[in-house]
């Protein structure tokens, strides 16, 4: 197992019915996920709702999953942005706070070329003392993070491991812990001999995901196999809508979502609910 964990949940932020940080419904999460399974936490990413957070409240957030954190697990915080000035921010804070690792992502919009990228990933490094995760998704970013430049960061100080979510170039790299960014390839992952996953079907199937980890190859396969359909339907719009919708079906509801993001509409939902049913998760 890596040191940050195995089954890595990236944790929805519930909301009240104001559309404020539901810091207890956010703490109940913690718990329940650790019983279900999970090691590890990112707090605050994508999944998270990072983006549309503020600052003050995505560091409350993560001084509160720091100090409310189940035994035996890990937090890490997303300290991701297309400004180096602002990760450095996120990434001191978020040492200072506490966090075991932060989740930097590569710069998104403005498009840095290779150098950029190597000297965004130095001057980040320099904030912190903890492991930084990389993350690697071009479907948000329009950026891929090559397995060559992969091996070229990980000689960066304090750079350990990526989340890796470019399904195509998933691969062991000298010198990172290799994280599953898509819950579909959690099975090839570990068959690889990464170290696990940044997921999101943890919320509602995190001891099958937990047990997969520890399996045979063969015994993976099958686990993996019975929940193909739930990874699909997670993606049947943007995450988190469909996490959510799917939480609230399972009697775990976590409140709506921040503009420009929208409820999951009627077609969603049932079809959401209809994969929960054939697995036995709706409430």
């Not at 450095?88 to 403005?110: F, K, M, P, Q, S």
């Not at 397995?147 to 750079?159: G, N, R, Y």
């Amino acid at each position: 197992m890596s040191g940050l964990g195995t089954i890595i949940t990236a944790v929805v932020t519930p909301f009240d019915a104001q559309g404020r940080v539901d810091e207890a419904s956010f703490v109940d999460l913690l718990a329940h996920l650790a019983a279900s399974g999970s090691d590890g936490f990112v707090v605050a990413g994508t999944t998270g709702e990072g983006s549309t957070l503020s600052d003050e409240e995505h560091l409350a957030l993560v001084e509160l999953a720091i100090r409310e954190k189940p035994a035996g697990t890990t937090i890490i915080a997303n300290a991701g942005s297309n400004d180096t000035r602002h990760s450095i921010h996120l990434t001191e804070r978020a040492t200072e706070l506490g966090a075991d690792a932060t989740l930097n992502v590569v710069g998104y919009y403005n498009r840095p070329n290779r150098a950029g990228i190597v000297a965004h990933y130095e001057a980040v490094s320099s904030a912190t003392d903890k492991p930084i995760v990389l993350y690697n998704i071009p479907s948000r970013t329009t950026l891929n993070i090559d397995p060559e430049l992969l091996a070229e960061l990980a000689q960066i100080p304090h750079v350990d491991a990526v989340k890796q979510a470019n399904s195509a170039e998933l691969q062991l790299v000298d010198g990172l812990e290799v994280y599953a960014g898509n819950d579909d390839i959690l099975a090839r992952t570990l068959d690889l001999g990464g170290a696990g996953g940044i997921l999101v079907a943890s919320h509602l199937v995190g001891p099958q995901l937990a047990e997969m980890a520890t399996a045979t190859p063969e015994r993976r396969a099958e686990i993996d196999a019975t929940l193909r359909d739930l990874y699909a339907i997670l993606g049947i719009t943007v995450n988190p809508i469909p996490i959510k919708a799917a939480l609230a079906l399972a009697g775990r509801p976590v409140g709506g979502l921040r503009l420009p993001l929208v409820e999951a509409d009627e077609d969603q939902r049932s079809e959401i609910a209809r994969v929960l049913d054939g697995l036995g998760l709706l409430a």
